[in-house]
């Protein structure tokens, strides 16, 4: 059985109203052997390109209100390699993929699927788009409460 | 003005990296979510002072916005910035908080992936130091618009654990006479929709971008016709759908619908300033406008991953077109995923794409 990346989520606990709110993702890999991943979809990728995350007000569904990317072949530096017992973060803005402006306990629940994943260093980087193997990338869900301004 | 690299600072930045890069034997590691992007929870600087300036409070005309950066270290020690925070010419991060009437603009120039910057990314202002560079707004932000805009700097000292937040105050700029970008020229056309350039498309890509839609309308019609036509799952729709059944059968059906009548009907806006390596991409929330990257311009009038396919691809998107999204991208994941997961199937965007350019041809 291959060793899964290691994911933990950070999120504030409560906000108030409007403050901006980074969601970080440390990704660690526990294995023997090297681990590269296409960023596409992560916060390794430093912006938003799709619904990677479900987010929920009160239980309600909020939809996602950033971009959604159609991709060309992937290149090498599209990829994040982590090392045997290695470990690598990304942040990015919350509230820059989903409103969350209204008060209210707010359910994160990541649903990241890497678009390819390579183990071990005998694979030559980029992948061709029909040689990619996908994975879910298993993360913990978060809890985040949004307080009124006053 | 002092531009004087610091040798520390190739130091600071190591520091910084560290959490997020470990040896990298293949690919060097992208720690751009630290590097680029600012961090939202910074504390803000108090060395470095921001000053805006425009040619004139009020502009006249198209053209480019060019405005003026000042920044004074006005601590007793260096201050050191990443250079794309202070750079000449076009928007290479979203460095400013601009709004059109009290309404805020998202920013739609380029965000530049970076490797792990080194002592030749950062700029030194000694004590008392001042610097200036200028911009051209419209290079990151839709000012196509007459309007009030207010324009505020945000960038960022130093890097990582030591970084912090500089803010300008807010700089009013009046715009008027600025038309549309460009607008359709008056062709006979099958679409009854209009058509809109942003981004300053070149003359030979607007010209292939209203050959592209008039393509898309045509594969849009002719999947809606076939869609209606089937009484039961043939190559073609269990290849890009799955298993067939009349529910499956009418939500595809409903969706090309929806895709064609957004082609004929509806005004499409289609923006060239995307220096991406993707073919395109659209905010779900945001109908009908549409940005084309890079890998648009090489791509095929017709035919698997073409221009008109991108399209089909693209308008599906949209949350009141067909919803669809992105679970896989490419025609191998596109058809394991019709065998595996039809559900999915006929909510991702290349499934729909892939029917539609139907290359190579299935009956
Ligand atoms: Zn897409």
């Known amino acids: 059985m291959r060793a899964p990346l290691r994911c933990e989520l950070t999120l504030p606990a409560?906000?108030?109203?409007?403050?901006?709110?980074?969601?970080?993702?440390?990704?660690?890999?526990?294995?023997?052997?090297?681990?590269?991943?296409?960023?596409?979809?992560t916060p390794f990728e430093g912006m938003w390109t799709g619904p990677s995350i479900d987010v929920t007000r009160d239980g309600a569904p909020q939809p996602y209100l950033g971009p959604m990317?159609?991709?060309?072949?992937?290149?090498?530096e599209e990829y994040v390699v982590i090392p045997s017992q290695g470990v690598v973060t990304a942040e990015l803005?919350?509230?820059?993929?989903?409103?969350?402006?209204?008060?209210?306990?707010?359910?994160?629940?990541?649903?990241?699927?890497?678009?390819?994943?390579?183990?071990?260093?005998?694979?030559?980087?980029?992948r061709r788009l029909d040689a990619m193997r996908q994975e879910p990338l298993r993360c913990p869900e978060g809890l985040l409460e949004i307080t009124p301004r006053h | 003005?002092?531009?004087?690299?610091?040798?520390?600072?190739?130091?600071?930045?190591?520091?910084?990296?560290?959490?997020?890069c470990s040896e990298a034997p293949q690919a060097p590691v992208a720690p751009e979510a630290e590097v680029t992007g600012i961090s939202e929870a910074l504390r803000e600087s108090r060395d470095l002072v921001i000053r805006l300036s425009v040619p004139a409070q009020a502009l006249e005309g198209a053209g480019p916005v060019l405005v003026r950066i000042e920044a004074t270290n006005v601590s007793t020690r260096s201050v050191s910035v990443p250079r794309w925070f202070l750079q000449d010419g076009e928007l290479e991060e979203a460095l400013f908080e601009v709004t059109r009437d009290g309404r805020s603009l998202p920013y739609e120039g380029m965000h530049v992936k970076r490797p792990a910057p080194t002592a030749e990314d950062f700029l030194t202002l000694a004590p008392g130091g001042t610097m200036h560079v200028t911009v051209d707004l419209q290079t990151g932000f839709d000012l196509s618009r007459d309007g009030v805009y207010g324009i505020a700097y945000r960038g960022q000292t130093g890097i990582g654990p030591t970084a912090r937040l500089v803010r300008s105050a807010v700089q009013p700029l009046l715009l008027a006479g600025r038309l549309p970008k460009a607008?359709?020229?008056?062709?006979?056309?099958?679409?009854?929709?209009?058509?809109?350039f942003a981004g300053r498309c070149s003359s030979t890509q607007q010209t292939q971008i209203r050959a592209s839609i008039t393509n898309a309308t045509t594969y849009a019609t002719e999947s809606d016709g076939y869609l209606a036509a089937i009484m039961s799952g043939t190559n073609r729709?269990?290849?890009?759908?799955?298993?067939?059944?009349?529910?499956?059968q009418t939500q595809m059906k409903g969706q090309f619908a929806n895709i064609r009548n957004a082609?004929?009907?509806?005004?499409?806006?289609?923006?060239?300033g995307c220096k991406k390596t993707a073919y395109a991409y659209v905010y779900p929330g945001q109908p009908y406008k549409i940005w084309v990257c890079k890998a648009f311009w090489t791509a095929p009038a017709l035919g698997t991953d073409s221009k008109a396919g991108t399209m089909i691809h693209e308008m599906s998107h949209f949350t009141i077109v067909a919803a669809t999204n992105d679970y896989v991208y490419g025609q191998a994941a596109a058809l394991n995923l019709a065998a595996t997961?039809?559900?999915?199937?006929?909510?991702?965007?290349?499934?729909?794409?892939?029917?539609?350019?139907?290359?190579?041809?299935?009956?």
Not at chain 2, 237 to 248: K, R, V
Request: net charge positive.
């Open chain 2, 237 to 248: 729709y269990t290849a890009w759908f799955g298993t067939f059944s009349t529910a499956a």
């Open chain 2, 341 to 363: 997961n039809p559900t999915n199937a006929r909510k991702n965007a290349d499934n729909h794409e892939y029917f539609a350019e139907n290359t190579p041809f299935k009956n």
């Open chain 1, 93 to 126: 803005p919350l509230h820059e993929g989903y409103d969350l402006s209204r008060p209210g306990r707010y359910q994160i629940v990541p649903r990241f699927v890497l678009h390819d994943v390579v183990r071990g260093g005998d694979v030559r980087l980029p």
């Open chain 1, 14 to 41: 409560r906000v108030t109203s409007g403050d901006p709110i980074a969601l970080t993702l440390r990704l660690s890999n526990p294995g023997a052997e090297s681990i590269a991943f296409l960023g596409w979809g």
């Open chain 2, 183 to 196: 607008v359709e020229v008056g062709e006979v056309t099958p679409m009854a929709g209009t058509l809109t």
């Open chain 2, 1 to 20: 003005m002092t531009l004087r690299r610091s040798a520390a600072l190739s130091f600071l930045a190591l520091a910084a990296l560290t959490v997020a």
């Open chain 2, 263 to 272: 082609f004929e009907t509806k005004p499409i806006t289609v923006d060239c």
């Open chain 1, 69 to 76: 990317v159609k991709r060309g072949a992937p290149s090498a």
